[in-house]
């Protein structure tokens, strides 16, 4: 079983950046794939950012150019580091992992198996 927990929410100003952390335990042998997403309120939960147990990356257009997503794996910690924050931003992102590589279905929240409970980051205007 794998166990995330986010931490590194908060509120910022539109324009002002946030760093957002995972921590992943649990698993031992298995390299995991690990996104975030997040979910606005009376919205549906979409991805930004993914990460493949090779490193590779992919980014939603929303976050293309602002955020960056990073693994360390020795620490066992997936980062989101956004910048340039816009009050469209404002949701509460949760972490993802799972041992298979997801592909283009990697923005879909069921192609996930292990999810955080989550963190919000506000962004005032």
């Known amino acids: 079983q794998v166990h995330l927990v986010e931490s590194g929410g908060g509120s910022v100003q539109t324009g002002g950046s946030l760093t957002l952390s995972c921590a992943a335990s649990?698993?031992?042998?298995?390299?995991?794939?690990m996104a975030w997403l997040r979910q606005a309120s009376g919205k549906e939960r979409e991805g930004i950012a993914v990460?493949?147990?090779?490193?590779?990356?992919t980014y939603a257009d929303s976050s293309k150019g602002r955020f960056t997503i990073s693994k360390d794996g020795v620490r066992k910690t997936l980062t989101l580091r956004m910048d340039n924050l816009k009050p469209e931003d404002d949701a509460v992102y949760y972490c993802?992992?799972?041992?298979?590589?997801?592909?283009?279905?990697?923005?879909?929240?069921?192609?996930?198996?292990?999810w955080g409970e989550g963190t919000q980051v506000t962004v005032s205007s």
């Open positions: 990460i493949d147990s090779d490193g590779r990356t």
């Open positions: 649990g698993y031992t042998r298995s390299t995991l794939s």
């Open positions: 993802a992992a799972d041992t298979q590589k997801k592909g283009r279905v990697w923005g879909v929240p069921d192609a996930w198996t292990h």
